[in-house]
């Protein structure tokens, strides 16, 4: 297992940049540059190589269910984590149940693909934002028995606030509504074991905090779930047999890869193996609570020099990022990239996302640099 400055040595564009961009893009990594020349090297070798392509599928979707504690036939590969809730979406009874329950702080791609649900029943229901946070109670009680579904990120991207997930999980047991937790804002950083944490659903992409490529999602399906509605998006990579090649039969399984439609994006399984690879050695207790100390350091500096963060001061709610307000976040990052100092704009947001590979430096670099562009702002 590495230490943070070793497992920072992992990733060499970092000893000339400042990465705190991870909740848009993960850094470089070693093993993702050599899995990109394996890549070419597999088709140069082989031609068509699509067993050893397969087994890098595979191999992504067995480090993603051990990354979460679950089973491998738990797990279906999908593109996007929009994509993984369509099909989650495509398979609920919305005249049985038509609640289907959101907020404000879910990421847009997903609320859209909610609201998409209107058509077919669903009555979307949004907790609202307030001064940046879901109020747990205000999101148990939007939980009721005419729920079809609940959905909850573990992680805001707005602000990288924690929604309360657990407190949303016990309530929609006990009124028999199924949990969709989009943890792409957190998984890689905040240690997650799905079985324990009791949800029906999980998606998360492989580019953000999995140190990944754009291109690849995994989405979990607890074991013994059953559609109320087969999914509507298929293909043969959905079938029980991939390989019978029957035009006239759909064949769906019982396990997660019903969710899975056509051929995978193998560039994007190469980096998604290279980047649960990488992650492996880094032990997610101290991952966490790394993260953790940089995070509140950087919010009690950016606070001290005058900022205005939007994420919460109280350090349970933070997740791994601090937002700050700004009328021209772009302008900002800009001014940033040029000291190379990798940042992520949002709308009126600055995001500022730690990961295990960042340091204390980084974190007083940026500091020091925001605190430049005010000064010959002023
Ligand atoms: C929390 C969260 N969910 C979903 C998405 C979108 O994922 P995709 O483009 O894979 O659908 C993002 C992308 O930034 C995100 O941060």
């Given at each position: 297992m590495l230490t943070p400055a070793a497992f920072r040595r992992r990733f060499p564009a970092l000893q000339d940049t400042v990465h705190l961009a991870s909740c848009s893009q993960g850094a470089l990594s070693d093993t993702l540059s050599a899995a990109l020349v394996e890549l070419q090297h597999t088709m140069r070798q082989d031609g068509a190589p699509w067993g050893r392509w397969m087994a890098e599928v595979d191999?992504?979707?067995?480090?993603?269910a051990d990354l979460i504690g679950a089973d491998e036939d738990e797990v279906a590969v999908v593109p996007t984590a929009s994509a993984g809730?369509?099909?989650v979406a495509s398979t609920q009874d919305w005249a049985a149940r038509p609640t289907l329950v959101t907020t404000d702080l879910e990421f847009p791609s997903v609320a859209h693909v909610w609201l998409a649900q209107r058509p077919r029943g669903a009555d979307v229901r949004f907790v609202d934002e307030r001064e940046g946070v879901a109020s747990p109670e205000e999101y148990v009680a939007a939980v009721d028995e005419t729920c079809g579904l609940v959905s909850v990120p573990l992680v805001s991207y707005r602000n990288g606030v924690r929604l309360p997930v657990r407190e949303v999980i016990a309530r929609s047991r006990e009124v028999g509504a199924p949990v969709f937790v989009d943890a792409y804002q957190g998984l890689g950083v905040e240690p997650v074991v799905v079985h324990e944490l009791g949800c029906d659903y999980l998606v998360a992409g492989a580019l953000k905090y999995l140190l990944g490529l754009p291109g690849i999602a995994f989405l979990y399906v607890r074991r013994g779930l059953v559609d109320p509605v087969p999914p509507s998006a298929t293909g043969w990579f959905g079938q029980a047999d991939p390989f019978a090649f029957d035009p006239r039969r759909i064949d769906v399984p019982t396990h997660a890869r019903r969710f899975e439609s056509g051929t995978p994006a193998i560039p994007s399984a190469f980096g998604a193996v290279a980047g649960l690879t990488v992650l492996?050695?880094?032990?997610?207790?101290?991952v966490r609570d790394h993260v953790a100390g940089l995070t509140a350091r950087l919010h009690e500096q950016l606070v001290d020099d005058g900022e205005k963060p939007w994420s919460p001061?109280?350090?349970?709610?933070?997740g791994p990022q601090v937002a700050i307000r700004d009328d021209r976040p772009d302008a900002l990052a800009a001014?940033?990239?040029e000291r190379r100092i990798v940042t992520s704009p949002r709308g009126d947001l600055l995001r500022l996302s730690l990961h295990y590979y960042n340091d204390t430096d980084d974190v007083d670099a940026v500091v020091r640099a925001i605190h430049e562009y005010r000064k010959a702002a002023r």
């Open positions: 191999t992504a979707r067995r480090l993603f809730a369509f099909q492996r050695e880094a032990p997610a207790a101290e001061a109280d350090p349970a709610l933070r001014h940033l990239a």
